[in-house]
């Protein structure tokens, strides 16, 4: 029904910056909370930043004041703006669409930030 593709991820060094970009395609529906999350391996999916279709916001704590979350919805992609990386920012990071009045939820297959020196 939905399918999202992310894109953007890869190597930097600490205090740099990348942007990751999640297209949906399907039937997304008018009516959804995307955003981002993400694991590291052994440990449980963490939030990173959501986005309602009315702009409405919410960050993870370990990265508030850090990233941006954004979204253009004509071309129904949602954005993640990586600003101050930290070695701790590294993790797969996954794209992720909600529909809350069916409360059917969907996963990118993710891509890798990997902050290092």
């Known amino acids: 029904q939905v399918q999202l593709v992310e894109s953007g991820g890869g190597l930097v060094q600490p205090g740099g910056s990348l942007r990751l970009s999640c297209a949906a395609s399907?039937?997304?529906?008018?009516?959804?909370?995307m955003g981002w999350y993400r694991q590291v391996l052994g440990k449980q999916r963490e939030l990173v930043a959501l986005?309602?279709?009315?702009?409405?916001?919410n960050y993870g704590d370990s990265v508030k004041g850090r990233f941006t979350i954004s979204r253009d919805n004509a071309k129904n992609t949602v954005y993640l703006q990586m600003n101050s990386l930290k070695p701790e920012d590294t993790a797969l990071y996954y794209c992720?669409?909600?529909?809350?009045?069916?409360?059917?939820?969907?996963w990118g297959q993710g891509t890798q930030v990997t902050v290092s020196s």
């Open positions: 992720k669409l909600r529909k809350p009045f069916t409360r059917d939820e969907y």
């Open positions: 399907g039937s997304i529906g008018s009516f959804n909370v």
């Open positions: 986005m309602d279709d009315n702009g409405i916001t």
